[in-house]
């Protein structure tokens, strides 16, 4: 099989609808993970609308619900509070996004669903030491939440404002 007909089974393979990590697609391709990386690179400058998780890739789908953006800050500690919170009132948390004095907005993908989604998040984290991403932000950074409705929302704004994560809420000191 040549590079593009490679590319054209990954392409398959997320058209299926379900989450795949590489590792999973470069053995079943047989190649490394690295050539997948590449693949799954060539075909997003392409258009195809992949998505890349720390748990796999995915085509992406139109969002079916209500989004909206809040600004969230915490300390490390509080970060599985703050995404189990969102989970337990009907939101699902698209991504993380902060700004960077030097690069703008940088976002990462973490489609997280579900508490296994949360628990899973938090080990990896803690597995690799990885910092936060809003550990360049001074721990301000935003979500891409999307629920049900509106109202399924307030309620999510309402629980993180209840809780003390969302920013706007914080007295800006000058």
């Known amino acids: 099989m ?3 007909e490679r590319r054209l089974r990954v392409l398959d393979i997320l058209k299926e609808g379900e989450r795949v990590r590489g590792t999973e697609l470069a053995k079943a391709l047989g190649v490394s993970r690295q050539i997948i ?5 060539l075909l997003k400058a392409g258009g195809v609308p992949v998505i890349s998780t720390p748990r796999g890739y995915y085509m992406k789908k139109e969002p079916r619900g209500y989004l909206r953006t809040l600004v969230c800050f ?3 500690r509080r970060t ?3 995404l189990r919170l969102i989970i337990s009132l009907g939101g699902m948390v698209h991504n993380v996004s902060v700004e960077h004095e030097i ?3 940088i976002t990462a993908n973490l489609e997280i669903k579900n508490k296994n989604d949360v628990d899973d998040f938090i080990r990896r984290m803690k597995m690799k030491r990885a910092p ?3 550990t360049i932000s001074g721990g301000i950074h935003s979500h891409l939440i999307e ?12 629980g993180l404002r209840k809780a003390g994560f969302l920013y706007e809420d914080r007295q800006v000191r000058l």
């Open 147 to 158: 629920t049900k409705g509106e109202k399924e929302m307030d309620m999510v704004e309402e």
């Open 37 to 41: 990386v590449g693949d799954v690179a």
């Open 74 to 76: 915490h300390k490390r």
């Open 103 to 105: 690069y703008g907005s």
């Open 80 to 82: 599985a509070e703050e």
């Open 2 to 4: 040549d590079a593009q």
């Open 132 to 134: 936060l991403l809003s």
